[in-house]
C-alpha cells in the first residue's frame, strides 16, 4: 500500500490494516493477520508516522529448537523527509547524525509505501533471543534429547574430561 503524500489531508490519515498482506510469509509464519492501527500527519516538509503492531508470530527457540508463539506488540514512529533535487548522489557521504535525524527516513518520491514499513518495524521487533521461556533447559549436548520434557538417557560425566590431565599435575 503506497501513499502519496498529496493524497494526506490536512487533519491527517488514520489506517487500520487487519488484513495480513504485508507479512512477509516467506521469512515469519503467523497466527492470523494481526492488527495494525497507523497515522499519517503531514508537518511542513515531512510526514510523520506513527502506529501499533499487534501479530502473534510463531518462533523457534534458541536453546530447544521447539516452535513457540511470541506476539510482537510494538509501537513506532517514523519521519518521512524528500531529498532535495540532486541529493542522491550526497548521501552516501560521511555525515554525523544528531540524535532527532535518527528516526528521519530520506525518499527520492512524495510516496510512503506502508506495507514496506510494517515489514520492517516487525523485524525490528523481534527478540534478538528467542526463547521459548525463561526456565528453558534446552537440549543435551551429548545426545541432543530435549531437557524440558524430562532428563536424558546418555551416561552423563562418564567421559573423560580434557581437564583429567590436570589432576597428575595436583600436588599432594
Do not use: Y
Amino acid at each position: 500500500m503506497r501513499i502519496k503524500w498529496d493524497e494526506i489531508p490536512v487533519d491527517g490519515l488514520l489506517l487500520r490494516v487487519d488484513d495480513g498482506a504485508w507479512i512477509p510469509r516467506d521469512e515469519i509464519v503467523c497466527q492470523g493477520s494481526g492488527a495494525c492501527a497507523i497515522s499519517l500527519n503531514k508537518e511542513g516538509g515531512r510526514v510523520l508516522l506513527a502506529g501499533t503492531l499487534l501479530l502473534p508470530v510463531v518462533l523457534e527457540c534458541d536453546r530447544c529448537l521447539e516452535p513457540f508463539v511470541h506476539t510482537v506488540d510494538e509501537e513506532f514512529e517514523i519521519v518521512f523527509e524528500l531529498l532535495a533535487q540532486g541529493e542522491e548522489a550526497g548521501i552516501a557521504s560521511d555525515h554525523l547524525c544528531k540524535g532527532d535525524e535518527l528516526d528521519v527516513v530520506c525518499l527520492a518520491e512524495p510516496v510512503v509505501d506502508v506495507f514496506s514499513v510494517l515489514a520492517q518495524q516487525l523485524f525490528l521487533a523481534l527478540p534478538e533471543k528467542r526463547l521459548c521461556g525463561d526456565k528453558c533447559l534446552g537440549l543435551c549436548p551429548g545426545c541432543g534429547a530435549n531437557l524440558n520434557h524430562g532428563p536424558c538417557d546418555c551416561s552423563k560425566g562418564t567421559g573423560t574430561s580434557p581437564f583429567s590431565v590436570l589432576a597428575k599435575l595436583k600436588v599432594h
